[in-house]
């Protein structure tokens, strides 16, 4: 349910992209997102989002199998035999504990617009719409909002069109919500009870200074903000081994861009 | 039941007529799509349950279609979809923003037979605000707990693509069971299939377990690679190749024309 | 997953607990019933999805039951259930009577996470006049159309008998859907099947149609001919000189006892 | 849904059951019941109820395949693949449009009671309960009450428990409802607007007097009432040759009893 993701060239295997990093920045993402993931019992992973998905591989072979993982468009890593409405329904029961959304313009209170910019009947700008956001934000306990592109277009200080609210009011049955949102620039931890983020680490590579100048909203931040932890060789050894084939079927391109894993026919 | 031609088969698929359509994922009837562009359909409501992709977008962009409700349009890994974003820019069709549980539930209602399903979700939403359709009432088993209701939906035709049917009428859908929902809460469905089943679906119960009957079916078309250039799950994969030269050319109206003349005109795989 | 013994699959089912039951027809769990009423399970709150025969009848008259809601309780061709009917005019146990669309209805509510759904018929029946936690509210999108609201049903534990499941948890239910919304809508499932299947559901795409994911199931015991004296649909066919027996026998209070004594205490076929 | 048939002894093949008679009461009932169904589209036939079932498959025969007939039960005979749940809401779509209801009391209003007599908090007697009728009995246009025992036991003035009542207040969504009766004795046709019956025809062998007799309820009657019209040879060749093997499957023992039609291993 991720907006196309930005560019990512072509792998040279185990070649450092510069002289600081081994390791490529969809590794990194992964490895952060996989750390959010902790050890929640059930993942499910809506359609286009590779890097989502590889992190909630990453989570499973960390666990040994837990959480359980449904990729969505997959046919081999999804128990879904009810049609589309399972996952919806599922997370209803409360049976799934993290899902990713995105969106066209995020805010600052968590607010995620998927629909449109400018007037609602006659917008500048159409997004392709609000897909299950408007429920799964209500209803899923850990929602990791992500958005490679952190631009002041992206991250805006108030959406133009309220897909699904960050927080609602007390009387508003909400077991669920956002808990971060993880960008190509860093890491914000969403805070319920302030309604806004604050800036938890920052990707190697970038600056504070240069996250508040790409960012719409106001956020907090402490004084010294820590850098994210680059991935160990170990997390990078399951990430290329054995999360990559296992990304294939569903992302194809991706697999053998990122990790020059390809389909065996 | 078994219609001679596909054309035949889209007979109940009326200008202005309450048109319900499956998510790519669950089996696309693009045949009897461009057939129906062929034939010149207009005023359609199309209802995607719960998104579309390729489909709303080649009948949005041929003019086919008044107005839609769906949870989304788009075309997935080759970008947005050119005609719909278009459209709803311009101001050519209406849009009745929904989210997928929602569309599931109400069709579910449909299903049913009751006017109305509750959803959790949804309040405070800007989705909700536009939805003078749907209802908020507090939850009668409970203090203080408002909740939405949504209308059931009704539709006139559902058109989807299957593998297998037999001579009874029966369809083979397998794990894609919205689309017996689809039909069960449509007055009419029509299917393509890839191919006839020799005997009856009920004879085999492991076929039997992925079935839906054949009194909900009011006509079937057997069109083999029918949902092309979509994929099939378990069939066939969706053409890459031709699924990218769509988005580039249907990023603008000209561009556009000139898909519908190459591609649907022609008749070429209809 | 795979519990080694029966009896350890069953441990989720304890004294009190909410426990759901299929009918007759999808699948019914005869050698656990024999266990939990050779363990002495007590105080269970049963719910028939949507009505029960030997199962319920069993399980009433050796007095694991405190209360039942179903729609009927019967033997079908062998006649009126014997104990559940003595119980019921004796006063033994408590019966919330429902109707076989409202208990669908009910567990679909809990299946799709809504506080209650509602239900077209039952006004102005005594089956409504009974129920004080069912409602009726006036249709918010028409005037003057009363209908019946039915809150979501969430069993502690469903159990249920099935052909087939793998070692990944998956079980194949094939047409008998019911089962997975009841696995859908309990907290716990607990299933026995007649064997092992070797490799995943999900790797052919017919048997996958009629799986349920492992994810919903908390204990699976492999119990050949558990179903039996009942039928399994499509795999074989009930005992009927065994139900007669039970029939005959569970007439009486002593005839029943006897019967558990030689079929039940006795452990054969269990 | 019916209760447990009246013994009806075994049968010998194309005998007489007395001098006047060429058929047996199975084949009279059958063939006044699928006159009841006439050219419906689809009827469905619950559990334990061999004689509308026949009547059902004997109706589909004259119609050349029209009604669908749905004998639940029966794995061959049956489309429903959703569950239990789909005869229900295949009725609430409107889908069906005839099936057959019974009970251990019927009253004068049409109402039904397959709960139970006296306190319903303990009642003298328990009926095994209302299993679909308290819903099917409105969504049905036209239901067929079957009840073979005809007696002052069975046919009461009021019901000790409304399962489903005949009729409904004018705000009750009711597309539904009785049609007709049919017992051993006679046949009862069901007005909804005076909501009583009125006898429609007495069985071959029956007469009004005993009917009044065997009825606890009131009901109206011509001064003439017609008998019943026996199944033509016609109708009987499609009984024995045809109906009588598409039972087997179901109600084997019906079938054996009956028609002499035995399963073939």
């Known amino acids: ?265 | 039941m078994i219609a001679r031609t596909l054309e035949e088969a889209l007979a109940p698929i009326t200008d202005g007529c309450v048109l319900a359509v499956p998510r790519e994922a669950s089996g696309v009837a693009m045949a009897a799509t461009r057939a129906l562009i062929r034939r010149g359909v207009s005023g359609l409501h199309l209802i995607a349950l719960p998104t579309s992709s390729l489909q709303a977008d080649l009948l949005i962009g041929a003019g086919c279609v008044e107005a839609i409700e769906t949870s989304a349009v788009s075309l997935g890994e080759f970008g947005p979809a050119p005609r719909f974003t278009a459209a709803v820019t311009s101001g050519a069709i209406r849009v009745k923003d929904a989210t997928c549980p929602a569309l599931h539930a109400a069709f579910q209602a449909a299903e049913k037979g009751v006017p109305f399903m509750p959803l959790r979700g949804l309040l405070g939403s800007d989705v909700l605000a536009h939805r003078k359709d749907w209802k908020v009432i507090g939850n009668p088993f409970d203090d203080d707990d408002p909740i939405v209701l949504l209308p059931a939906i009704r539709p006139d035709v559902a058109l989807f693509h299957a593998p297998l049917a037999d001579r009874e009428g029966n369809i083979w859908i397998g794990r894609d069971r919205e689309l017996a929902t689809m039909a069960h809460a449509a007055t009419k469905t029509v299917v393509t299939v890839e191919k006839l089943h020799d005997g009856s679906l009920f004879d085999d119960h492991l076929l039997a377990a992925g079935a839906l009957g054949g009194l909900y079916v009011e006509a079937i078309a057997l069109v083999p690679n029918g949902a092309w250039p979509l994929a099939l799950a378990d069939h066939y994969g969706a053409d890459a190749a031709h699924l990218g030269e769509y988005a580039r050319m249907a990023a603008s109206a000209d561009g556009f024309a000139a898909y519908l003349d190459r591609h649907v005109y022609a008749q070429r795989a209809a």
């Open chain 1, 1 to 265: 349910m991720d907006l196309p993701l930005i560019s990512i060239g072509t792998y040279m295997p185990n070649a450092p992209r510069d002289a600081l990093q081994t390791f490529r920045d969809e590794e990194l993402l992964a490895d952060v997102i996989a750390g959010l993931i902790s050890n929640a019992r059930h993942v499910a992973i809506g359609a286009s989002s590779p890097i989502p998905a590889a992190a909630a591989l990453l989570a499973r072979q960390r666990g040994r199998g837990r959480p359980y993982v449904s990729l969505l468009g997959s046919r081999r890593q999804n128990f879904f035999t009810d049609g589309g409405r399972e996952l919806f329904d599922c997370a209803g029961q409360g049976r799934i504990d993290v899902f990713f959304l995105s969106g066209g313009q995020i805010d600052g209170e968590g607010n995620i617009n998927l629909v449109g910019i400018g007037d609602y009947a006659r917008p500048a700008v159409r997004f392709p719409g609000s897909f299950g956001s408007s429920y799964l934000y209500y209803v899923v306990p850990k929602v990791i909002l992500f958005r490679l592109e952190h631009s002041p277009r992206t991250l805006v200080e108030k959406v133009d069109f309220v897909s699904a609210p960050g927080t609602s009011a007390d009387n508003v049955y909400r077991p669920g919500g956002p808990v971060a949102l993880v960008t190509s620039r860093c890491l914000f931890a969403f805070d319920r009870g302030n309604r806004c983020f604050e800036l938890a680490s920052v990707h190697p590579g970038h600056t504070v200074a240069e996250v508040v100048e790409n960012t719409g909203f106001d956020f907090d931040h402490a004084t010294q903000v820590p850098v994210t932890r680059s991935p160990s060789a170990e997390t990078l050894r399951i990430l290329r081994s054995i999360v990559a084939p296992q990304l294939v079927e569903v992302y194809p391109q991706f697999a053998a861009q990122v990790f020059g894993v390809r389909a065996v026919a």
